[in-house]
């Protein structure tokens, strides 16, 4: 239940704090007093949409908190969401705008989501506001209250997992599918492109290999004359080598040295020179050696540089190392279609069982909805007729429906109010009838949902004297099992209340502001009076208001 509400800044209301008590709480006011202002604050701290279009003129922000007495369900959720559980049960969320247009939200003082605190709102309080009373045409409504009525929420809960799962795998497998479809239509190309790459038998850095084979075969002829050449310039003209005319002025210098020792230094470098020179024409006679003149070789190398070239303008490579790696991704082309196949069939046999879980549980549901259903109806009916609609009829209609959230059943609501063939609500139901209906049916959810606190905004809209009392005593029925607010134009209803707050707006300070108090006993039967003769308060209005009072 709503212990205390505070609204500061809030459209009209400058600073508001005010405690509710347990039951039926009535809420009057002139219309445009700000009846509306008080409930839109209350959707506001309970996750309703945040504007900084609310915020009162001249403010930076506007805060809204309310304190709950809260159901025990609620424990686990807020523990879940790392929310302190409070052991008195008591529950305080707070709202606040910015003039950015930013909100931000708090449950016991720790900042949460606003999914959390919708989840949480959904559990305590439900507003049933003067649009609302349209949802009794909306067929998704109309189920949810026979499902209410039937005790449905855990098959529910599993057919809402059930079949968010056969939609998930539904549209796995048709990406699957797609792309398995594309992948067959390009196999052959894929496979031939492969094995061209593979057969080619690619390998890093050959064809930098061939390219230098290549100039080498290409000016074989060329560089084994030059070495020739080289080869006799190691050889003087005399048949004496360049070697052996270096070892003999080795020698020469080494016997000097004796006389002038500084030559056995030079001794050591002729010998080193020699040394090195010797080296270097045996390399020279191994290079000439291996150099071939072979015309198959150059044409082998060749026609095999060609190919690589050939393969790297076919498939846009720049170098061997793009091929292999081109070679490699057809190659994973090919082994992801296997891939595929498999995990297409794995995705087709878990899809088959999600929805034989999802028939099953869409079967039990129908099951207990088609048991339900009669039981449902007449209880309606019932309380539709001690509404003064005597000869009413109410049915309700069980139907195929495409697979859903909510299983494969769509329900109509059937109605007459005077005893002929009942047809769907939404074509023969007035305003008053559709309130009263409403009335009937959040009247029976209330002992099914177990909803802490009710909120009404004139759901007896279309309907007056007799009826209109009578529906204030359905409304006074269940403010004896929760808390239940009733915003109301109607007399009859406000004088059912135990507790009777007035909404009034006034001017202060050349700005109009709205205000809510709780009426003391004299001050409520002055404000019924008022319901009763309008503008002018008749003694014989004050009388009737007395006796209004004193029925209850």
């Known amino acids: 239940m ?7 800044n809030y459209i009209l209301i400058d600073s508001l704090e005010i405690s509710f008590p347990e039951g039926l709480v009535i809420i009057t006011g002139q219309t445009g007093a700000g009846k509306s202002i008080i409930l839109g604050a209350l959707s506001l ?9 609310l915020i009162a003129e001249g403010a930076d922000s506007c805060v809204v908190e ?11 959720i807020l523990e879940e969401a790392g929310v302190e559980w409070n052991e008195d049960g008591s529950l305080l969320v707070r709202r606040v705008i910015y003039s950015s247009g930013r909100s931000r939200s708090f449950i016991n003082d720790a900042p949460a989501a606003l999914p959390l605190l919708s989840e949480i709102s959904g559990k305590l309080v439900d507003i049933h506001s003067q649009h609302r009373t349209l949802l009794l045409s909306d067929h998704s409504f109309q189920l949810s209250m026979l499902d209410h009525f039937a005790e449905n929420s855990e098959d529910l809960r599993l057919c809402r997992s059930a079949f968010a799962r056969v939609s998930a795998l539904s549209a796995e497998l048709r990406d699957v599918e797609e792309r398995l479809s594309r992948a067959h239509a390009d196999k052959e190309y894929n496979e031939a492109r492969f094995r061209q790459l593979d057969e080619a038998k690619l390998r890093e850095g050959e064809l930098e290999e061939l390219d230098a084979e290549q100039k080498q075969l290409a000016n074989a002829e060329q560089i084994k004359e030059s070495l020739s050449r080289v080869a006799e310039l190691f050889s003087s003209e005399e048949g004496m080598s360049i070697s052996a005319s270096l070892k003999e002025i080795g020698k020469t210098f080494h016997s000097l040295s004796k006389y002038i020792p500084s030559l056995e230094e030079l001794s050591n470098r002729v010998e080193s020179s020699r040394l090195e020179l010797e080296d270097i024409e045996a390399e ?3 290079v000439n050696s291996a150099t071939e003149l072979s015309e198959e070789r150059l044409a082998a190398v060749e026609e095999r540089m060609s190919l690589l ?3 790297m303008k076919k498939h846009g490579c720049a170098n061997v190392t793009e091929l292999i790696a081109a070679r490699e991704n057809y190659a994973s082309t090919l082994f992801d279609l296997d891939s595929l196949e498999s995990r297409r069939d ?4 878990d899809l088959q069982k999600a929805r034989k879980e999802y028939e099953t549980v869409s079967s039990r549901l129908h099951e207990s909805r088609t048991e339900a259903c009669g039981i449902f109806a007449l209880t309606v009916r019932d309380s539709i007729r001690s509404l003064e609609l005597e000869k009413a009829e109410f049915v309700v209609d069980i139907v195929p429906s ?16 005077n005893g002929t063939a009942p047809v769907d609500i939404a074509k023969c139901a007035s305003g008053g009838e559709m309130s009263r209906i409403m009335l009937c049916l959040k009247a029976m959810m209330a002992r099914y949902t177990k909803m802490p606190t009710m909120v009404f905004d004139e759901i007896d809209t279309g309907v007056s004297g007799s009826v209109a009392d009578k529906m204030g005593s359905m409304i006074c029925d269940m403010g004896r099992d929760m808390q239940v607010f009733a915003i109301t134009h109607l007399p009859q209803v406000a004088a059912k209340g135990q507790a009777h707050y007035l909404v009034s707006k006034s001017d202060e300070g050349g700005r109009t502001v709205t205000t809510i108090k709780k009426l003391s006993h004299e001050e409520r039967v002055y404000e019924i009076a008022r319901m009763l003769s309008g503008s002018t308060v008749t003694e014989a ?6 006796s209004l009072i004193e029925q209850v």
């Open 284 to 286: 020279a006679d191994s």
């Open 45 to 53: 701290v309970l996750g309703g949409k945040a504007d900084a279009s």
């Open 346 to 349: 794995e995705i087709a046999s």
């Open 402 to 417: 495409e697979p859903g959230i909510t299983g494969t059943d769509a329900v109509r609501f059937l109605f007459s109010s």
């Open 309 to 311: 070239y050939d393969l």
């Open 2 to 8: 709503i212990r205390n509400l505070l609204i500061r």
């Open 541 to 546: 209005a004050v009388s009737n208001a007395k």
């Open 66 to 76: 309310a304190e709950f007495s809260a159901p025990e369900d609620l424990k686990e």
